[in-house]
């Protein structure tokens, strides 16, 4: 693994930006005015380390969301900056934020929007179709061997499962070989099976194709996939955890559970870390 034990959210942000796919600068995101205003990110400064797996847990409301689609250009901030590599957001015009999208970012969802009419294999080569780019073939045939679909290539969306439709769409991501693949729930609408495929192959394209993701997620143990789990309360960053386990991510969220939520669901003790060492990035020697 590339990632080295970072100290914190804001040493990470801090890091030579060279080590960084992307980075948020004191990034506030603000929605409606008045009594319908809403600080969905409060000043959240942060780094995306290259050639890593990140996810991003929360609370539901938490700003999972809008981190996402502030640090993929797909929304605008109210305040700080916002930096794919070295390239500020901010400063770039509609359409060059448009082709640095198209180019260097990918994205995954939770309801894996693919075009119905066209073939898996079609809905893969989408976006270089798009930016009129002829595939590099190797590449794509690296991306297709690894979500092991060649035989279904020829398939459209509703002759696959949901797991297999989630990895024509993580191949759709990567086909451009973009700098940072965002993925929002990736494994939200699918079982413990196919999730554990998915899961598998963004770790894949990490480890053994270089490429870097950042995953918003709930569960634990898809956490556990990850190389660095990154915990947002509130729009703010409340902690993070390198090589994580989904049981560490459990005894992390366990510890700095609110009131109310360890009231309907006591913990189980989890003896012997603290969530303030965790939150500092300690590795815990296990
Ligand atoms: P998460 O993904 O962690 O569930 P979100 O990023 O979707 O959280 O939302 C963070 C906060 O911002 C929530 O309070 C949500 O209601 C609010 N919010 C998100 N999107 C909008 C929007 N388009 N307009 C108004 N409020 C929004
Ligand atoms: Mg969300």
Redesign the pocket.
């Known amino acids: 693994m590339t990632l080295a034990a970072p100290t914190s959210a804001e040493a990470l942000a801090v890091l030579p930006p060279g080590d960084l796919a992307a980075r948020g600068v004191h990034v506030t995101k603000v929605?409606?005015q008045g009594n319908a205003r809403?600080v969905?990110l409060d000043m959240i400064t942060l780094g995306i380390p290259k050639g890593a797996y990140t996810a991003v847990m929360?609370p539901?409301?938490?700003?999972?969301?809008?981190?996402m689609h502030c640090l993929a250009g797909l929304d605008s901030v109210t305040s700080g900056e916002v930096y794919i590599g070295d390239v500020a957001l901010g400063r770039l015009s509609d359409k060059r934020l448009t082709r640095l999208r198209r180019d260097r970012v990918g994205f995954v969802f939770q309801m894996f929007n693919l075009v119905p009419t066209l073939t898996a294999a079609e809905n893969i080569t989408l976006p270089l179709d798009i930016a009129g780019v002829k595939p590099d073939r190797a590449w794509l045939d690296t991306v297709i061997d690894t979500i092991g679909l060649r035989d279904r290539l020829r398939h459209r969306p509703a002759e696959l499962s949901g797991g297999q439709q989630q990895r024509v769409a993580c191949a759709r991501a990567l086909a451009t070989r973009p700098d940072i693949i965002f993925a929002d729930e990736p494994t939200g609408n699918l079982d413990s099976r196919s999730s554990a495929e998915v899961l598998s192959f963004l770790r894949r394209s990490v480890r053994e194709m270089g490429q870097t993701v950042v995953m918003?997620t709930h569960d634990p143990v898809a956490a556990g996939y990850a190389d660095l789990v990154i915990f947002?309360n509130d729009?703010r960053i409340a902690g993070q955890l390198a090589e994580p386990t989904a049981q560490r991510v459990l005894d992390w969220l366990g510890q700095s559970a609110p009131a109310d939520a360890a009231a309907s669901d006591p913990p189980e003790p989890a003896p012997g870390r603290s969530a303030a060492g965790d939150s500092k990035g300690k590795t815990a020697g296990q």
């Open positions: 929605y409606g809403v969905a929360g539901s409301g938490s700003g999972k969301s809008t981190l918003v947002l729009g």
